[in-house]
């Protein structure tokens, strides 16, 4: 991992290292278990498999961006907002990642990419319009973090196997249809679906676990790197609330990066629970009103 000024976390480290090892793991066992299942297309399964992992890895950042109709701009169309990513950056000691804006109302922001030179920050012209420049300042260190410990680029790979699990399994329903009659085509597809919803079902709890604690270790490095926690009590608090008054149907439009959002595009429901991708609000309010009084205290 390239050097920079981002605190280290060994906990996110770790959880990265320990979720793809078990996701890698799982894809595999699904493979084989297909292959096994329905000897007579192993080859296409195995192709399809390989397809599935690497095409989330190549086309990351091109997805979220389209799914949320965002463009890549350049520092004359920007000037501010490059402005402060190169600052930033500058603070950081991090290669500057490109920079977007998705015209929506709804004020959010996220970052995506399979690598930091591939990387991209996007903001949506709604955050533009809701922060001031120091809340704004903190959102953009919270993900620019995401993009120097990579933990972006390993939640868009351990996102494959959940999405290669029914992929799989419906190739390999098609490819059973043909011998059904004849050589049990039925049983094996049964128990192909039983395999992928467990590898579904697993994956979908790890993501949401990394998910959560990503989300406080990018508030927290965040706020060291710009020494302003409460810019970002402040921003998160404008974000989810801004949530409230943006129409159901364009929280639902943007739902598919809901898990790359700083705070996710829902409303009127509660954080806590095992399937949320972000940790409450109360949570990291208190993490960074924690780090804002240890900032405070005069050193010895």
Not at 60 to 82: C, I, N, Q
Not at 94 to 108: E, Q, S, Y
Not at 266 to 295: D, M, W
Request: charged share 20%; glycine share 8%; hydrophobic share 50%.
């Amino acid at each position: 991992m390239a050097t920079n000024r981002f605190i280290k976390d060994s906990g996110l480290t770790a959880r990265m290292t320990l979720v793809m090892f078990l996701l890698g793991a799982l894809f595999v066992a699904l493979v084989v278990a297909m292959m096994y299942l329905f000897a007579d297309f192993w080859l296409f399964i195995g192709i399809a498999g390989l397809g599935v992992a690497f095409y989330q890895w190549w086309s990351s950042d091109k997805v979220a961006m389209r799914a949320m109709r965002a463009r890549e701009v350049t520092p004359e169309e920007a000037p501010e907002l490059h402005g402060m990513i190169d600052r930033l950056c500058a603070l950081a000691d991090m290669p500057k990642p490109r920079v977007g804006i998705a015209d929506t109302a709804l004020p959010n922001a996220f970052a995506t990419g399979r690598s930091p030179d591939r990387a991209v920050v996007c903001v949506t012209t709604g955050i533009l319009h809701t922060l001031d420049a120091e809340e704004l300042e903190a959102v953009l260190a919270h993900e620019l973090s995401h993009v120097a410990h990579r933990d972006v680029l390993v939640m868009t790979v351990a996102s494959s196997a959940g999405i290669a699990a029914g992929m799989l399994t419906r190739g390999a329903q098609f490819g059973a249809l043909g011998r059904r009659s004849n050589n049990g085509g039925a049983p094996a597809v049964l128990i192909a679906l039983a395999i992928s919803l467990v590898v579904y079902a697993v994956s979908f709890m790890l993501l949401r676990l990394l998910s959560r604690y990503r989300e406080l270790c990018a508030d927290r490095s965040g706020a060291y790197l710009t020494m302003k926690p409460q810019a970002l009590a402040s921003a998160l608090t404008k974000i989810a609330g801004g949530a409230d008054a943006i129409p159901q149907k364009d929280l639902r439009s943007a739902s598919a990066v809901n898990s790359l959002f700083i705070v996710p595009a829902v409303r009127g429901v509660s954080l806590r629970t095992l399937t949320a991708t972000h940790p409450s609000l109360e949570q990291r309010l208190e993490q960074l009103a924690r780090i804002q009084a240890e900032l405070g205290r005069p050193t010895a």
